[in-house]
Every structure is written in C-alpha cells, then in structure tokens.
C-alpha cells in the first residue's frame, strides 16, 4: 500500500479511516406534517451504546435547522451539545437513550433532488448517498441500521397517497382535511433507503403469489393519465421477482413492492425498501412513445432496481468504498435476467446468438464509458481508496467494471459454484452491512472446495487496482510437431491517482481468457492441452471443447495445445471473459476469417469490429492528408457476407453490421482528433452504403414488423436491422431510401420506426422535408415530455448541430434546465454524443459547456458534476483542442462558490 495520501485535504474522505458507529440505532420514528414550504419532521431515535465507556453521538445534517431537541424526554439546553452545518455531535452519551429532534425544512426550494422535493404537486425522496441529512439530524451512513416506522400527514385532497417503506399498518383522517398514515418496515435498513411519497397517481397494480404461496401486492404509481403506459413496467416487475426465485432462490420478502415515477430525478432509479422510485423515463412505455430500447431499458432498470432487494437492501454496505458490493453485482445480476429474458423460448443457437447480443451491448457500454474512465484523471478500483463527493463515485467503473468482476468470479465458479458462493453470502450476512472482502471471502470458500490448492488472492487485485490490463498474445505454430503455443502477457499502466502515489507497485491481475483456434477455411479446432495437468481447471462450461479457459494469473504464461497441423487463426477473449484489451496481430484477411465463421458470436462481432476499426482509422489518416480513402475490399466483403447470412438472427446480424462507436475508436487515437474521426466514420458509412445498396435494401425491405407492436428481441432485432439498413443507404444518398424515411416517419405504427426514420431525415436529409419533420414531431408529442426529451437529443446530436442551434433550442419554450432529463436531452446529448460539434474548432462548443456546468452547478451540483466529467480526457485531444479544454476546466475550478461535487472533477482533471 501507498505509504503518503497526496490528495490529503480537508474534503477527502478515505477508506483507510473507516471507524464503525458506537451505538446500535435500535429504532426510528419519523413523523412528517408535510407542507409545500414548511414540512416539519419530528424524529426520535433510540440509541445503545456498543461499549461501556461513554461516546460522542455524531449526527450528519446538510441544509436544515434544528427546530428542537430533547434527549430522554429533556430539552437540551444550547450549551450541551455542538451544532454546525455538517454535525450536531451530543457528547459523551452511554448506556440506552431516546434522542428527539424536530427539524423544518422547505422541499418547494429544494433544486438538488436529494432529500424531501416537490417535483409536479407531490412529495418525494432521494437519499442515496447522503439525503437522508438533508429531512433529519442522523447517523446517515450505510452501516447504521434500524427498523423505521414512519407516519406521514399532509392534505387529502392533494396528496391522497401517502407511502413510505414497508407495510401500511393504519390510515386515518384528521381535522382541516388533512389525513395521515403510518408504515412499518420489518427490516433493518440503512438511512439511504429511506422512501416517501405523497401525490395523486394512477395505479395499477396485480397480486401475485411467492414461490412459497405467499401473496404480494405489485403496484406502479405513475402521474395521472399515464396508466395506459404502465402494462410494461408491471409485466417486467413480475419477471423480476420470478426470475430471482427461479436463478437464485431469493424471494421478495415484504407484503407489497411499489414503484412511484417521477419526471424530475437525478438518474434512472432507486431501489428503497419497498418503494422503489423512478425516473418515469424508465417506467412509462408503450409502442407509440417509447422505442425498442426504451422498453428493453424500462424491464432492465426494473429487473435491477427489484434484484437490488437482496443484492443492497437485505446484505448492504459497510461504507460507500464498498459501494460496487451491491452496484457491481446488482448489475451483473440485471445484465443475465435481461440475457435469459432475451434467450427464453429459443433454441440453443438462436439463445446464444440472443445471449450474444446482449453480451455485445454491455460491452460496448464497458469500452464506450468505462474504458476512457480507467485511463484517465478519475481511474480508481472498482473499491476506491477515496472521494470527496461520494456522488461521483456512481461511475462506469464502479457499476459496469463491477459487474465484469462478478462476472469473472462467475466464469472462475461456474453457474453452480457461483450459486453455492451467492447462497454462503446470504447464510453469512443476511441483514448486515458488509465489505466486498467478504463478498470474496464467500466466494473463494466455494472455489476453494472445487480447485483445492488455489484461492482468489491474486484475483481480489481487481478491487484494489484502476487501469484496463493489456494482455499481449503471440502464438508459435510448430508445423513439425503439430503444436501451438499460445503466449499471454499482461501490463497494466499505472492511471489516475496511481502515477502521483510514491512506491505503488501494479501487481498482475488473475484473468480468465477464454480462446479458440480456427483453421484457416474457418473450421473450429478440438483443444487439446499438452500439459494435460492443468486441463481439468480450464475446461470450462460455457464452450465445451473448441473453448479453453485459460487462467493468466502472472505477468506473463504460455499453453501449448497439441494436433494442430496448419497455423490456425486464434480467436481471442471470446465473451470478452475478462475486461482487458487484447493485443494480437491478426492480418485482415484472418480477421475476416474470424468475422465470418467463428463459433463464437461474440468472438465473430469482435473481429468484424476490429476489421472496421483499422478500415475507420485508415481512412482518418488518408482524410487528413487528403489522398484518397477507398474502402478495401476484404473489409467490403466481409459486411456484405453478414449481410446476406440469413441463418443470422436480425438483432445479431444487425450488431455485426453496426460500425464502432466514436467513443470506442477514439480510445485508439493519439491525439484524439473527433472531427476527423467523425468525418472517417460517415466517409466509411457512405461508402459501405455504395458498396452494399443492393444488400441493404434487401435488408430494408426484408425485416418489416407487420401487425401489433411488440418489445420482444426477435421483432425488436428485425426493425434494428431495418432503420440500419435505412441509415446506410441513406447516407450513401439513395433516393429511393429517402423517400421510405419519409414515408416510414408518417406511417409508422410505433416510435422505434417513427425515430428510426426520423433520425435518418435529421442526419442525413439535406431539403425541406427535414425541418418539416422535425416541427411535424414536435406538434404531434408536445404534451408528452419523454417524447420531447427525444426530440431535443436527436437534433443535440444530428451531425451538423453546432452551438448555434443548442443555443436556439435552449431559448425553445419546452426546454429548462431544472429538469434533468430535459437538461441531459439537449446539453449532455451535444457535449457527450456529438463530438464533431462539441469540439469544433472554435471552441464554441467548451464555452457552452463552461457556461452550462456553472448554471447546473447552482441548481443542482449532482447532475452539473456528470456534465463536468465531458473534460475528464482533454489532455488526449490535438494541442488547438487541448488548451482550449484546459482553459474551460480552469475557468470552472476558479468560480466562486463551487459545488464540492464539481470540484473535484475538475480539479483531478487539472491535476494531470
Ligand atoms: N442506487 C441508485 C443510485 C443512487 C445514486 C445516488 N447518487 C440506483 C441504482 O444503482 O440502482
Ligand atoms: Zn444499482
């Protein structure tokens, strides 16, 4: 470990300092009289002390006053306790005692979302990380735990539902017509997932019966008017509870699960006890407003928010260093219910290439995000060592790199072992506040039965080291004696605050890299392992014997597997076993090899990504000299292949013909250069366009989705492959694809083909028609703010936006920046996804986004410190973009009156 803390300041908190709380919270009684300006909480707490000897009791607060407090009963005079902003600490207490504390606060003035907010005309909370400090005095931190009862009154005629966690034990009216309501939650819970709700709502709701017979009440509250768009959102929750009893045997554990939507919401979801709340992005759905995408998002966010009942609630956190023990796992948790959800009812193949497509979705997430993030000023451990602002901490790393390490541990385990692993966790910290160490800790006990010799230690470097690993392959083909060795050697840069910490020593990661050979002619080779010692470990379940798992635990190990006459192709990291980057040296035709004929569909997409990769960087290069960028012909004769393979499930084949992402090739640019980049990318997508026409609008006419609209993957897949088909031709200019977008967009009997169409209009329409539809769109869906939110992000991220109309479309009547979906539709869509436009050369785009990070940082810090991480890789950028960047970031730092959650994204940014 480090020996010195360079970051060592007021504001930064670490994980070394942990302490636990010395008093057990026995019980909690909320009461709300809850008023628009003046709500008035009422609190009484009950304390024992751990120890004998007397302690401080340490109370967090943010943004409250103190209205009153007694403690056993007494009025505590002024001089008997210390109170600032942060803490009112009451010294020296011991034994059992009831503290009361009543506080005021005013939810309508509360712009950060976190805490008690009005958002509409109802009352709701946000308390993860630390809101729970912003309605009462409290220990607000993960590992105090109590059971909470909770009364809450306010107008009935406003506020006819009144819910918190839990069980609704008793209802009654009150005098001036007012009512009021109280609920109990049975569970022990931290501060943090403390919920209320107070509002009118539509409902709909189902009981269903537990694997035990027991009955549970499902509701979805959602705005009035909007029932007709909750039949998903309920269909996907009662999924969710079947599939946890069936994949891992958790049941829910309460009377009844609710989940309230809310337009104004910091981010997707939460999961408190029993009253799930919503971004109502990801609850509303139904075919004429929310596309393919939406309704996968809608079940997966609800798959991941009612998972996180065990994987959080019931076995949560010790403290936030901790945080990816439940985000980590939670999400590998809604990334395999959305896989068999994908697979369910498919036979073999078409299950594997679903599953596939699913696996190739996260991982484009995985590169596309968390990638950049592990290389640059904000890299740290899925566990971080420190924070200032826990708030911006719920990062890629953490949620989708966590996952890929539970993910690992499940590869190392198997399906079976890793049950038996989540099973002990459960035996031993049901109803506790854990580390990740102990999540390990009972995964390894399982390993340990089934691989005698060998534990996770190595292995647990994943959650104590940053940075994405290189793993080197060279490959010896012996054509005397029939072998092939395979040579896997691992680097991982030192990243972030790593380069600046004296003495730190990057250790080898344990990796599991799955591999395959293929002959030449594309043929997949039986595996068989020299050293026939360590076959049993790397056989593994998921590829049978043309997959080998092998277990790089060192820098650097080598396999030699026998039979083998001609050099064959390997094809490497199948399933992406392992969050690495790989480095080989295939030539393009055995990429090509690769991309038409590997087994494995994952393996099969990862080489034509590869292909496309260096076809994109190429044409950047041959762009910016100004010679001529033709496209190669094994690179066209690849796509047209896919194409045309009509044994392929359409989602799958629609993958495969997707281009990479701008994000993921500018991770293999030094300097970065986006509007090069981007240029390469639509030259290759016009080209490709050309080269294919006759495919494509085979493709186009070929995968249409008659009849009624349904989300399921193999329709969902058909119109992916059709709107595809429909951008290429267009971009490549073909008239007889213009006028299909036109006709699709007026036509269309859902909102995937509306957007579909229209994003081609948008992109790649140069008339009339294309302003025409966009005010045509904008009139038809102006009273429905998630089709509006559609709208400002397809033009923030049509190709030719520039700030001149993010500017105009800031002074639109719809738009505000106090809502942040409204706020993340337009100004994060442009400065996030239109990389052509944000880094013109002007700069006009970095001052939009100095501007907008101060204005969002005076509303709401958590959402403008998302918007402040856009810079975090300026120093990869051209020397022009570079200082520009760079100044931006400084002028954010120098403002007075920075939020915290701001500052420390720019100021690591800076640090570089
Ligand atoms: N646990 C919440 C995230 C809370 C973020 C607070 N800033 C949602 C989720 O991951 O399920
Ligand atoms: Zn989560």
Not at 34 to 45: F, G
Not at 143 to 167: A, R
Not at 205 to 215: F, L
Not at 362 to 387: K, N, T, W
């Amino acid at each position: 470990m480090p020996t010195d803390s360079p970051e060592k300041d007021n504001h930064t908190v670490y994980r070394k300092d942990y302490q636990p709380y010395p008093f057990s919270l026995d019980a909690v009684a909320l009461d709300f009289e809850l008023d628009e300006t003046r709500t008035v909480v009422n609190s009484t707490l009950t304390f024992t002390s751990k120890d004998a000897a007397p302690a401080d009791l340490v109370l967090n607060a943010e943004d409250i006053t103190l209205d009153a407090l007694h403690l056993n009963g007494q009025a505590l005079a002024a001089d008997t306790y210390t109170l600032s902003d942060t803490q009112l600490v009451i010294p020296q207490l011991s034994g059992s005692f009831k503290v009361q504390v009543r506080t005021v606060i005013d939810p309508s003035a509360n712009s950060l979302f976190m805490g008690l907010y009005k958002s509409g005309s109802g009352f709701f909370t946000q308390c993860e990380a630390e809101g729970f400090r912003r309605i009462t005095y409290f220990p607000d931190r993960p590992d105090v735990m109590s059971i909470y009862t909770v009364t809450l009154s306010g107008d009935k005629e406003k506020y006819p539902y009144l819910l918190s966690n839990g069980n609704l034990v008793s209802s009654q009216d009150l005098p001036d017509g007012r009512h009021q309501v109280v609920w109990h939650d049975p569970f022990h819970k931290p501060s943090y997932l403390f919920a209320l709700v107070a509002g009118d709502f539509d409902i709909r709701e189902k009981t269903v019966q537990t694997r035990n017979g027991r009955d549970v009440l499902l509701q979805i509250y959602s705005d009035k008017g909007s029932r007709d768009k909750t039949e998903w959102a309920l269909a996907s929750l009662e999924r969710s509870l079947v599939w946890d009893e069936k994949r891992f045997g958790l049941e829910l554990d309460l009377d009844r699960f609710m989940i309230v939507a809310v337009r104004d919401f910091n981010m997707g979801a939460m999961e408190n006890k029993g009253l799930n709340i919503f971004n109502a992005g990801y609850v509303l759905a139904d075919p004429d407003t929310a596309t393919d995408a939406n309704f996968s998002a809608v079940e997966a966010v609800i798959g991941h928010e009612y998972f996180h009942n065990w994987t959080g609630n019931r076995v949560t956190c010790r403290d936030w260093f901790q945080l990816s023990l439940k985000e980590g796992l939670t999400v590998f948790r809604d990334q395999e219910f959305t896989a068999d959800m994908m697979a369910a009812g498919l036979d073999d193949q078409a299950a594997a290439s679903a599953r596939a497509v699913k696996r190739i979705d996260d991982v484009s997430v995985l590169r596309a995000g968390q990638f950049p993030e592990d290389a640059g000023p904000m890299a740290h451990p899925i566990r971080p060592d420190s924070y200032e602002s826990i708030g911006n901490f719920y990062t890629a790393t953490v949620y989708e790199k966590g996952a890929e390490v539970i993910r690992m541990q499940h590869t190392l385990l198997g399906e079976a072992g890793f049950r038996d692993g989540m099973d002990e966790y459960f035996r031993r910290h049901d109803g506790q506040a854990v580390t990740c160490d102990d999540f390990v800790n009972a995964m390894e006990y399982v390993y340990e039965k089934s691989h005698p010799q060998r534990d996770l230690s190595v292995f647990r470097r994943w959650y104590s080291q940053a940075g994405t690993p290189r793993v080197k392959v060279t490959m010896q083909h012996d054509a005397s004696q029939h072998t092939v060795t395979l040579t896997l050697a691992q680097t991982t840069p030192l990243v972030g605050i790593e380069k600046i910490r004296k003495d730190f020593v990057k250790k080898p990661f344990h990796i599991p890299f799955a591999i395959g050979l293929l002959s030449a002619n594309g043929q997949a080779l039986a595996l068989h392992e020299a050293d026939a010692d360590t076959q049993d470990q790397s056989k593994q379940q998921n590829g049978g014997e043309h997959t080998r798992l092998l277990e790089l635990t060192a820098e650097q190990q080598s396999w030699t597997f026998t039979g083998i006459a001609d050099k064959p192709v390997p094809s490497l990291l199948r399933n992406f076993s392992a969050p690495v980057i790989v480095q080989y040296d295939w030539t393009a035709d055995e990429l090509a090899v690769l991309a038409k004929s590997d087994p494995n569909p994952f393996a099969r997409w990862e080489a034509g990504q590869a292909l496309a990769t260096r076809e994109i960087l190429g044409i950047t290069q041959a762009l910016k000299q100004g010679t001529s960028a033709g496209l190669s012909d094994v690179f066209v004769e690849v796509w047209k292949n896919n194409l045309l393979d009509a044994g392929l499930d359409a989602g799958y084949r629609a993958r495969l013909l997707t281009l990479p992402s701008e994000k993921f090739l500018a991770e293999h640019m030094d300097p970065i250069e986006p509007v090069w980049l981007a240029k390469a990318r639509h030259t290759v997508r016009e080209s490709l366009g050309l080269a294919a026409a006759s495919e494509w609008t085979g493709a186009l006419q070929g995968n249409d989705t008659p009849g009624e609209y349904r989300p399921d993957p193999i329709s969902a897949g058909r119109r992916s492959l059709k709107n595809l088909a429909l951008s290429f031709l267009m971009a490549a200019g073909d008239q007889a694809a213009c006028q299909q977008a036109l006709q699709q967009y007026q036509a269309a009997h859902n909102m995937t083909d509306c957007m579909g169409a229209l994003g081609a209009i948008v992109n790649y329409h140069h008339g009339d028609k294309r302003q025409e539809a966009i005010a045509d769109f904008y009139e038809k869906w102006q009273h429905n703010p998630l089709v509006i939110d559609k709208w400002f992000a397809l033009q923030a991220t049509a190709a030719d936006t520039r700030t001149d109309t993010i500017r105009g479309l800031m002074a639109h009547p719809a738009f505000s920046l106090r809502n942040p979906n409204r706020a993340r539709s337009l100004i994060f869509q442009f400065c996030m996804n239109n990389a052509e436009g944000f880094h013109s050369e002007d700069g006009a785009g970095y001052r939009l986004w100095t501007e907008m990070v101060l204005a969002l940082d005076s509303i709401n810090p958590e959402v403008a410190s998302r918007l402040a991480r856009v810079m975090d890789n300026w120093a990869r950028y051209t020397p022009a973009s570079k200082s520009q960047m760079k100044s931006s970031l400084e002028q954010v730092r120098n403002h007075e009156g920075l939020s915290s959650n701001v500052s420390e994204i720019v100021s690591k940014a800076l640090r570089i």
